[in-house]
């Protein structure tokens, strides 16, 4: 039996830092509500409902797409798409791998984060495949580390650890002190 739940509509927040990071959870909430709540929408109402929701300036640039074919108006693939081409800078792979060689993690962000951030990221840089990507995300978790004992952990492994593995070390490292903290904290208040 189904449940009456009331759903928060998705929303397009243009004046994100990152627009491109934005669209791409505001397509991934439509998604979500078209796969669920609004399963019944056809193409044609999927598409009033993105631009419903992509909000005043989202109508805007839909408006100034010109289509080959009238029908690909309805389309919600196309408009996704024609939206992530609008918001996509022209950059090339070569920057996007500059910029990742150069990021490091934030004061207080956490290991999951700062993967999740560098993963992003990767994913812009055409490396061949998915074990380059690794190798890549990897170097820049050593490296970008705010936490020098998590460096010194992970530059010490053989040469067979894996991402994953480091992604345990790290969590490992920051889950530890965390705890010292804690455990430092209310020493203090007795």
């Given at each position: 039996m189904?449940t009456a739940?009331?759903?928060?509509?998705?929303?397009?927040?243009?004046?994100?830092?990152?627009p491109i990071?934005?669209?791409?959870?505001?397509?991934?909430?439509c998604?979500?509500?078209?796969?669920s709540?609004?399963?019944d929408?056809?193409?044609?109402?999927k598409v009033s409902?993105?631009s419903?929701?992509s909000?005043?300036?989202?109508l805007?640039?839909y408006?100034?797409?010109?289509?080959?074919?009238?029908?690909?108006?309805?389309?919600?693939?196309?408009?996704?798409?024609?939206?992530k081409?609008?918001?996509?800078?022209?950059?090339?792979h070569?920057?996007?791998?500059y910029?990742?060689?150069?990021?490091?993690?934030?004061?207080?962000?956490?290991v999951?984060?700062?993967i999740?951030?560098?993963?992003?990221?990767?994913?812009?840089?055409?490396?061949r495949n998915?074990?380059?990507?690794?190798?890549?995300?990897?170097?820049?978790?050593?490296?970008?580390?705010?936490?020098?004992?998590v460096?010194k952990?992970l530059i010490?492994?053989?040469?067979?650890?894996?991402?994953a593995?480091?992604?345990?070390?790290?969590?490992?490292h920051e889950?530890t002190?965390?705890?010292?903290?804690?455990l430092?904290?209310?020493?203090?208040s007795?």
């Amino acid at each position: 039996m189904a449940t009456a739940t009331s759903f928060a509509s998705p929303q397009m927040n243009w004046d994100a830092p990152d627009p491109i990071t934005a669209f791409a959870r505001f397509k991934q909430k439509c998604q979500l509500m078209f796969s669920s709540v609004l399963k019944d929408a056809d193409d044609e109402e999927k598409v009033s409902y993105i631009s419903l929701w992509s909000g005043e300036k989202g109508l805007d640039i839909y408006n100034s797409w010109t289509f080959t074919k009238e029908e690909d108006r309805k389309k919600p693939a196309i408009i996704f798409e024609q939206f992530k081409n609008q918001l996509e800078s022209k950059t090339s792979h070569r920057i996007h791998r500059y910029t990742l060689q150069g990021m490091r993690q934030e004061q207080g962000e956490t290991v999951d984060d700062f993967i999740s951030r560098l993963k992003n990221l990767a994913a812009k840089c055409q490396f061949r495949n998915n074990t380059e990507v690794e190798d890549k995300v990897l170097d820049q978790l050593i490296w970008g580390s705010k936490n020098p004992d998590v460096q010194k952990s992970l530059i010490g492994q053989d040469k067979s650890l894996t991402l994953a593995g480091a992604i345990e070390i790290a969590r490992s490292h920051e889950a530890t002190s965390k705890h010292m903290k804690t455990l430092a904290g209310s020493s203090e208040s007795h």
